[in-house]
T-cell receptor, first 113, second 112 residues
Framework: DGGITQSPKYLFRKEGQNVTLSCEQN?????MYWYRQDPGQGLRLIYY???????QKGDIAEGYSVSREKKESFPLTVTSAQKNPTAFYLC????????????FGPGTRLTVL | AQSVTQPDIHITVSEGASLELRCNYS??????LFWYVQSPGQGLQLLLK??????LVQGIKGFEAEFKRSQSSFNLRKPSVHWSDAAEYFC??????????FGKGTRLHILP
């Protein structure tokens, strides 16, 4: 089945540790996105990438980093500089543009203790 | 810059009743408009989208939405809801920078 996988579904980390969230897609999509979701806040864009080896900051990029070395993969690192990292993180992909239909993974719930 | 407002945080309707979820946007030109649905603890799924043409858009699961330029609205409707429609619904607006902005969502509760 084609789709987007995110792992793990639940992640616990101690404060001050960096953590990397995985996102893989086999839809052959060019564009990939990372969103953060907090209760009552909707989805906020962290980073996006429209092509391999290139990515752009979204609205809340501070304290996060990404890489796009392969078309299929777009991992997100939550660094110790992110002041409030506990949240639900969603990865998405689309054919070429954010204005195309975005297909979402099941999400990773990160809890920093 | 574009923005989107969903005025209702929670909506409760009885099973079999009709549904309308409100969405208002702010954008100077004709926007790209979307409705996505999210089941608890899951990712989002596209219900429907509007780019141009017919202002009444049909989507999956029996949903439809109408673009009203004069009211800057893109409200989502369904004539008869089912218990499985209980979820959170997000309206989103996009413009020329290839990103979309999501509203804060409306959580739909269904009474048996």
């Amino acid at each position: 089945d084609g789709g987007i996988t995110q792992s793990p579904k639940y992640l616990f980390r101690k404060e001050g540790q960096n953590v990397t969230l995985s996102c893989e897609q086999n839809l052959n999509h060019d564009a990939m996105y990372w969103y953060r979701q907090d209760p009552g806040q909707g989805l906020r864009l962290i980073y996006y990438s429209q092509i391999v080896n290139d990515f752009q900051k979204g609205d809340i990029a501070e304290g996060y980093s990404v890489s796009r070395e392969k078309k299929e993969s777009f991992p997100l690192t939550v660094t110790s500089a992110q002041k409030n990292p506990t949240a639900f993180y969603l990865c998405a992909s689309s054919q070429t543009s954010g204005l195309d239909t975005q297909y979402f993974g099941p999400g990773t719930r990160l809890t920093v203790l | 810059a574009q923005s989107v407002t969903q005025p209702d945080i929670h909506i409760t309707v009885s099973e079999g009743a009709s549904l309308e979820l409100r969405c208002n946007y702010s954008y100077g030109a004709t926007p790209y408009l979307f409705w996505y649905v999210q089941s608890p603890g899951q990712g989002l799924q596209l219900l429907l989208k509007y780019f141009s043409g017919d202002t009444l858009v049909q989507g999956i699961k029996g949903f439809e939405a109408e673009f009203k330029r004069s009211q800057s609205s893109f409200n989502l409707r369904k004539p008869s809801v089912h218990w499985s429609d209980a979820a959170e619904y997000f309206c989103a607006v996009g413009a020329g920078d290839d990103k979309i902005i999501f509203g804060k969502g409306t959580r739909l509760h269904i009474l048996p």
